[in-house]
């Protein structure tokens, strides 16, 4: 999520909070595992994009255009994702 949201400074962020904000899937074929998550617990992400470069979904958060979850070694040294 981009640094200045209101749960980027947050420690713990429930799924459900999750669902407020469009959602940006990374698409890595058949299986999303966040999808899976959400569909345990019930919840259906606003998923309003499907991309296939991570780098690119950290561009479009930093445009604030949504949030998404990436695998974390994507995310080191990265300022604009939490």
Do not use: C, W
């Not at 058949?30 to 617990?41: A, G, N, R």
């Not at 958060?61 to 990265?78: A, D, F, M, R």
């Amino acid at each position: 999520m981009p640094v200045n949201h209101p749960l980027a400074s947050s420690t713990v962020v429930s799924l459900e909070e999750l669902l407020k904000d469009p959602y940006i899937l990374l698409d890595e074929g058949v299986i999303h595992e966040p999808l899976m998550i959400f569909k345990q617990y019930d919840f259906e992400p606003d998923t309003q994009y499907r991309v296939y470069d991570p780098y690119t979904i950290m561009s479009m958060i930093e445009y604030v255009l949504g949030i998404s979850s990436l695998p974390k070694l994507l995310l080191i040294n990265v300022p604009i994702i939490l």
